[in-house]
C-alpha cells in the first residue's frame, strides 16, 4: 500500500511539474504576444517630424480636374505585346499629352524633363539643399493587351460607372504616373519648393522587361554618379480582405520581389503513322515530365524571406490565436507555412511557383508529332536561387530524353531595410498612415516583376507600393477583365504622393535645413 501511494505521488509530482511547465511556457507565448514590437514597427509619425505637414484638401475644381486628367490618359492605348511589338504612336502621343495636363511641372525653373529611349520620361526636381540625398519615384506607362470583347465597358474609353473609372491601365499603372505628376502639379501651384531633390522615372515597356525604358533611365542616372536614399516604384497595395484573421485593411510595402526563370522543355522522336505508334511519343514524354513539375512543387521556404516580417507586424492587429502564432513564428513558422500553402494567393509567398504557360506539339492528326515543347515559368522565392531551382528541375523531371534550356533568367532582389531607422521605409510608412489612417502597415513581398531591378545600382532601398485599395474579387482584375478603381481612391492616391513629397522633406535627419510650409 505504501508503494502504491508513494507511486501516485510521485505521479502526482510529474503531473503538477508538467503542468507548471506547460503554464510557464503559455504565459512566455502570452507575454510576447501582447508586449512584442517588431523592428520598424513605431506607429506612423512618432519620430523626427517637423511642423505640420500641410493638408492635402483639394478644391472641387481640382477634383475634377485630376479625373479628367487620369480619363485622358486611359484612352491612349499604350500596349506592349513584346519588346518588339510595342505602341510607339500611342506612347509619342502620350508623351504630348503630359504638358496639356501638366503645364507648372513642365514650365518650372525647378523641374527638367527628359526623354529617354524615345518614349520613357525623366524628371529631375530640384531642392534646395543639395546636401540631402535625393529619392526617386517611379512608374510605367505601358500596359497589358485588353480584349474589348470580354469587358463591360470598352477597356480604352475611361467611362465612369457607379463611382468606378473603368480601363486599362487605372490599377497597373497609369493611375501612378498621373497620381505623381498631379500632386506634384498641385505642390508646385501652391507655390512649394522641395528641400530635397527627387527624380520621377516612367518607363515605356515594363510589361515587357523594362529593358528599354526603365534601364536606360537608370543608366544615365548611374552615368551622372547618382546615388538614392530610396526608390518607390509600385508592386503592392492596400489590401483589404484577403489577410485571414485580419479585421482592417493592410498597407504592404514590398521591401523585395520575386525574381523569375522561365524554362523551355523539348523532346524529339521520330515520327510516323498514328496507326503504329510507339510506346511512348514526344507529347506523351514531356506531358509525363510537364506532370511531375505540377505535381512536385518547390520546397517551402517560409521563415527564410520578408514574409515573416510580414506577420509579425500585423500580429498585435490579429484575432486570437492568430495573434499568438504570427508573434512566435520561432515556434510556429512551420505550422504558419503549411498553412499559407494551401492558398494560391498566400502559397506564392512561401515558396518559388511552378506555371506550366505554353505547349505545343503535333502536325497532322494522324501524324505521330517528331518534336514537343512546352515553357514553364517559375517565380523565386527570395531565399531560392536559379542555380539551386535548375538543379530541383532536373531531379523532379529525371528524364535524359527532356531537353531543359534557361530562356529568361532574373534573380530575386536583396531585401530592403524597414527597421525604424529606415529612411525611405517610414517615409513611405508615415505617409500610408496619413492619408489612410484605418490601415495596418507592414512590409511585404512583391510576387510580380517590376522596373525596380534596373535601379539596384543606384540604392539598396527599393520598395514597393501603390496605395490603391484592393479587395479579394479585384486580384484578377489587375492584368484582367474590368480593370478598374473607384474615384475615391483615385483622389487618395494624388493625396498619397502630393504628402509623400512633403514627408521627404520633413523627415530629413537634417531637418533644421527643411522649414515647415503652411500651403
Same mark, same amino acid.
Given at each position: 500500500?505504501?508503494?502504491?501511494?508513494?507511486?501516485?505521488?510521485?505521479?502526482?509530482?510529474?503531473?503538477?511539474?508538467?503542468?507548471?511547465?506547460?503554464?510557464?511556457?503559455?504565459?512566455?507565448?502570452?507575454?510576447?504576444?501582447?508586449?512584442?514590437?517588431?523592428?520598424?514597427?513605431?506607429?506612423?509619425?512618432?519620430?523626427?517630424?517637423?511642423?505640420?505637414?500641410?493638408?492635402?484638401?483639394?478644391?472641387?475644381?481640382?477634383?475634377?480636374?485630376?479625373?479628367?486628367?487620369?480619363?485622358?490618359?486611359?484612352?491612349?492605348?499604350?500596349?506592349?505585346?513584346?519588346?518588339?511589338?510595342?505602341?510607339?504612336?500611342?506612347?509619342?502621343?502620350?508623351?504630348?499629352?503630359?504638358?496639356?495636363?501638366?503645364?507648372?511641372?513642365?514650365?518650372?525653373?525647378?523641374?527638367?524633363?527628359?526623354?529617354?529611349?524615345?518614349?520613357?520620361?525623366?524628371?529631375?526636381?530640384?531642392?534646395?539643399?543639395?546636401?540631402?540625398?535625393?529619392?526617386?519615384?517611379?512608374?510605367?506607362?505601358?500596359?497589358?493587351?485588353?480584349?474589348?470583347?470580354?469587358?463591360?465597358?470598352?477597356?480604352?474609353?475611361?467611362?465612369?460607372?457607379?463611382?468606378?473609372?473603368?480601363?486599362?491601365?487605372?490599377?497597373?499603372?497609369?493611375?501612378?504616373?498621373?497620381?505623381?505628376?498631379?500632386?506634384?502639379?498641385?505642390?508646385?501651384?501652391?507655390?512649394?519648393?522641395?528641400?530635397?531633390?527627387?527624380?520621377?522615372?516612367?518607363?515605356?515597356?515594363?510589361?515587357?522587361?523594362?529593358?528599354?525604358?526603365?534601364?536606360?533611365?537608370?543608366?544615365?542616372?548611374?552615368?551622372?554618379?547618382?546615388?538614392?536614399?530610396?526608390?518607390?516604384?509600385?508592386?503592392?497595395?492596400?489590401?483589404n480582405g484577403i489577410?485571414?484573421?485580419?479585421?482592417?485593411?493592410?498597407?504592404?510595402?514590398?521591401?523585395?520581389?520575386?525574381?523569375?526563370?522561365?524554362?523551355?522543355?523539348?523532346?524529339?522522336?521520330?515520327?510516323?503513322?498514328?496507326?503504329?505508334?510507339?510506346?511512348?511519343?514526344?507529347?506523351?514524354?514531356?506531358?509525363?515530365?510537364?506532370?511531375?513539375?505540377?505535381?512536385?512543387?518547390?520546397?517551402?521556404?517560409?521563415?527564410?524571406?520578408?514574409?515573416?516580417?510580414?506577420?509579425?507586424?500585423?500580429?498585435?492587429?490579429?484575432?486570437?490565436?492568430?495573434?499568438?502564432?504570427?508573434?512566435?513564428?520561432?515556434?510556429?513558422?512551420?505550422?504558419?507555412?503549411?498553412?499559407?500553402?494551401?492558398?494560391?494567393?498566400?502559397?506564392?509567398?512561401?515558396?518559388?511557383?511552378?506555371?506550366?504557360?505554353?505547349?505545343?506539339?503535333?502536325?497532322?492528326?494522324?501524324? @505521330? !508529332? /517528331?518534336?514537343?515543347?512546352?515553357?514553364?515559368?517559375?517565380?523565386? *522565392?527570395?531565399?531560392?536561387?536559379?542555380? %539551386? +531551382?535548375? #538543379?530541383?528541375v532536373k531531379n523532379?523531371?529525371?528524364?535524359?530524353?527532356?531537353?531543359?534550356?534557361?530562356?529568361?533568367?532574373?534573380?530575386?532582389?536583396?531585401?530592403?531595410?524597414?527597421?525604424?531607422?529606415?529612411?525611405?521605409?517610414?517615409?513611405?510608412?508615415?505617409?500610408?498612415?496619413?492619408?489612410?489612417?484605418?490601415?495596418? @502597415? !507592414? /512590409?511585404?513581398?512583391?510576387?510580380?516583376?517590376?522596373?525596380?531591378? *534596373?535601379?539596384?545600382?543606384?540604392?539598396? %532601398? +527599393?520598395? #514597393?507600393?501603390?496605395?490603391?485599395?484592393?479587395?479579394k474579387e479585384d486580384?484578377?482584375?489587375?492584368?484582367?477583365?474590368?480593370?478598374?478603381?473607384?474615384?475615391?481612391?483615385?483622389?487618395?492616391?494624388?493625396?498619397?504622393?502630393?504628402?509623400?513629397?512633403?514627408?521627404?522633406?520633413?523627415?530629413?535627419?537634417?531637418?533644421?535645413?527643411? !522649414?515647415?510650409?503652411?500651403?
Amino acid at each position: 500500500m505504501k508503494n502504491i501511494k508513494g507511486k501516485v505521488k510521485v505521479a502526482a509530482i510529474i503531473v503538477l511539474l508538467l503542468v507548471s511547465v506547460f503554464l510557464i511556457f503559455l504565459s512566455a507565448l502570452l507575454i510576447r504576444t501582447y508586449t512584442f514590437s517588431p523592428a520598424g514597427s513605431q506607429a506612423p509619425g512618432s519620430r523626427r517630424s517637423v511642423g505640420t505637414a500641410p493638408a492635402a484638401n483639394f478644391t472641387l475644381q481640382e477634383r475634377h480636374q485630376l479625373l479628367a486628367n487620369l480619363k485622358g490618359a486611359l484612352r491612349i492605348a499604350t500596349v506592349s505585346r513584346s519588346p518588339d511589338d510595342l505602341s510607339p504612336a500611342a506612347l509619342a502621343q502620350f508623351g504630348d499629352y503630359l504638358p496639356t495636363v501638366f503645364p507648372t511641372v513642365f514650365s518650372s525653373d525647378l523641374v527638367q524633363h527628359e526623354v529617354i529611349a524615345n518614349y520613357s520620361h525623366l524628371f529631375t526636381v530640384h531642392g534646395s539643399n543639395d546636401s540631402l540625398q535625393p529619392y526617386m519615384l517611379i512608374a510605367h506607362l505601358d500596359v497589358v493587351p485588353a480584349s474589348a470583347e470580354e469587358w463591360e465597358v470598352p477597356p480604352f474609353s475611361a467611362e465612369e460607372w457607379n463611382g468606378y473609372l473603368y480601363g486599362r491601365g487605372t490599377l497597373d499603372d497609369k493611375s501612378s504616373v498621373m497620381g505623381i505628376l498631379q500632386g506634384l502639379e498641385f505642390l508646385l501651384k501652391r507655390g512649394y519648393k522641395p528641400c530635397r531633390a527627387f527624380y520621377i522615372g516612367f518607363g515605356h515597356d515594363e510589361e515587357v522587361g523594362g529593358n528599354s525604358g526603365a534601364r536606360n533611365i537608370a543608366r544615365v542616372l548611374q552615368s551622372r554618379g547618382t546615388k538614392l536614399s530610396f526608390l518607390l516604384d509600385e508592386g503592392s497595395a492596400i489590401f483589404n480582405g484577403i489577410i485571414p484573421g485580419l479585421d482592417q485593411p493592410a498597407a504592404l510595402i514590398a521591401t523585395s520581389e520575386k525574381g523569375y526563370v522561365t524554362i523551355g522543355l523539348s523532346v524529339s522522336t521520330g515520327t510516323g503513322h498514328s496507326s503504329m505508334p510507339p510506346k511512348e511519343t514526344s507529347i506523351g514524354i514531356l506531358a509525363a515530365a510537364v506532370s511531375k513539375l505540377e505535381n512536385n512543387p518547390m520546397p517551402r521556404m517560409f521563415g527564410q524571406g520578408p514574409e515573416s516580417g510580414l506577420f509579425e507586424h500585423l500580429s498585435s492587429q490579429l484575432r486570437f490565436p492568430l495573434n499568438v502564432v504570427m508573434a512566435n513564428l520561432w515556434l510556429f513558422s512551420s505550422l504558419v507555412g503549411r498553412m499559407m500553402e494551401k492558398e494560391p494567393s498566400t502559397n506564392a509567398i512561401v515558396r518559388t511557383t511552378t506555371a506550366v504557360t505554353e505547349f505545343h506539339a503535333g502536325v497532322k492528326e494522324n501524324v @505521330i !508529332a /517528331p518534336f514537343a515543347r512546352a515553357t514553364v515559368n517559375f517565380r523565386l *522565392h527570395p531565399a531560392h536561387t536559379p542555380e %539551386e +531551382l535548375l #538543379r530541383q528541375v532536373k531531379n523532379i523531371i529525371s528524364d535524359e530524353r527532356v531537353k531543359i534550356d534557361v530562356l529568361k533568367n532574373s534573380p530575386s532582389l536583396p531585401l530592403s531595410s524597414y527597421d525604424d531607422n529606415s529612411f525611405g521605409y517610414q517615409v513611405i510608412k508615415v505617409t500610408i498612415g496619413n492619408i489612410f489612417p484605418e490601415v495596418a @502597415i !507592414a /512590409p511585404g513581398l512583391c510576387i510580380a516583376s517590376t522596373d525596380t531591378k *534596373h535601379y539596384q545600382n543606384l540604392t539598396n %532601398e +527599393l520598395y #514597393r507600393f501603390s496605395p490603391v485599395i484592393l479587395k479579394k474579387e479585384d486580384l484578377s482584375r489587375i492584368h484582367g477583365v474590368n480593370e478598374r478603381i473607384s474615384v475615391k481612391n483615385y483622389e487618395e492616391f494624388v493625396k498619397f504622393y502630393f504628402r509623400l513629397m512633403q514627408h521627404s522633406d520633413l523627415w530629413s535627419p537634417a531637418f533644421s535645413h527643411c !522649414a515647415s510650409r503652411d500651403l
